[in-house]
């Protein structure tokens, strides 16, 4: 784990400084930024980034505009630490391909479980294997989404949702079972993440989304008819 990069941006010093501490003491390594431009600068410099932990609010260049420009080139987990808590902006930072979102004050030793259960959950696609269904093929190993042979671009949620749906087809899942097992960890929010993160990926599944049955009153259930 000591080799594990983790990229922390933040203009405040404080704040990187709180959030480096618990994750050095836990073991990752932490690269630091304190504005949107060096966050960019040194993401592309070190190379080997696992993850992001990132502010909106910054000079210079704000966390929406450093998303956007990160996810043309990469699927690096993204955790968004901000304080404000508006649901539009939340919304926005999954639309942009945003992984999780922290609001402030938080707590340390939760978020160093939320980056622990999502790289955690990174490394476990890693199994060289295929999951087929309804014209849909999902390469663990490559970390790939193709529809009828067209490959199509997911967030690292949305990849981790779908694999999770088409692995248990024909199932009901509550709400509460797919953040457990997607989210991997006591979720304190509502089911608003879970419905935007489905309503996104029918969205990117085309005519297949609608394999992705709702549930009334309980969840979602993956079905080729």
Same mark, same amino acid.
Not at 91 to 97: E, I, K, P, R, T
Not at 191 to 200: G, L
């Given at each position: 784990?000591?080799e594990?990069?983790?990229?922390v941006?933040d203009?405040?010093?404080r704040?990187?400084?709180l959030v480096?501490?618990?994750?050095?003491r836990t073991?990752y390594s932490?690269? *630091?930024a304190g504005?949107? *431009?060096?966050a960019?600068?040194?993401?592309f410099?070190?190379?080997?980034i696992a993850?992001?932990?990132l502010?909106?609010m910054m %000079?210079?260049?704000?966390?929406w505009?450093?998303?956007?420009?990160?996810?043309q080139?990469?699927?690096v987990?993204?955790?968004m630490l901000?304080a404000?808590g508006?649901?539009s902006?939340e919304?926005?930072?999954?639309?942009?391909?945003v992984?999780?979102?922290v609001?402030?004050p938080?707590? %340390?030793?939760?978020l160093v479980?939320r980056v622990?259960?999502i790289?955690?959950?990174s490394?476990?696609?890693s199994?060289?294997?295929?999951?087929q269904?309804?014209g849909?093929v999902?390469?663990?190993?490559a970390? *790939?989404?193709?529809?009828d042979?067209k %490959?199509?671009d997911?967030?690292?949620?949305?990849f981790e949702?779908l694999?999770?749906?088409?692995?248990?087809?024909g199932?009901?899942?509550?709400? *509460?079972r797919?953040?457990n097992n997607v989210?991997?960890?006591?979720?304190?929010?509502d089911?608003?993440?879970?419905?935007?993160?489905?309503?996104?990926l029918?969205?990117?599944?085309?005519k297949?989304?609608e394999?992705?049955v709702t549930i009334r009153g309980m969840?979602y259930k993956?079905d080729v008819?």
């Open positions: 784990m000591s594990t990069k983790i990229l941006v203009d405040e010093s704040m990187r400084k480096r501490d618990f994750l050095v073991g932490v690269i *630091e504005d949107g *431009e060096q960019l600068d040194k993401f410099a070190e190379g080997d993850l992001i932990i502010d909106v %000079p210079k260049m704000n966390g505009q450093v998303v956007k420009e990160i996810r080139y990469s699927k987990p993204i955790i901000t404000k508006e649901e902006d919304l926005q930072g999954f639309d942009l391909g992984d999780e979102y609001t402030k938080f707590s %340390p030793r939760l479980a622990e259960a790289l955690r959950r490394s476990a696609v199994a060289d294997d295929l999951i269904a309804g849909i999902i390469d663990k190993a970390h *790939e989404v193709k529809v042979d %490959p199509i997911l967030s690292f949620k949305e949702l694999t999770y749906f088409m692995t248990n087809q199932v009901a899942l509550s709400r *509460e797919i953040l989210w991997n960890y006591d979720y304190y929010g089911a608003r993440t879970i419905d935007t993160h489905v309503k996104k029918r969205n990117k599944l085309g297949k989304g394999y992705i969840g993956f008819k």
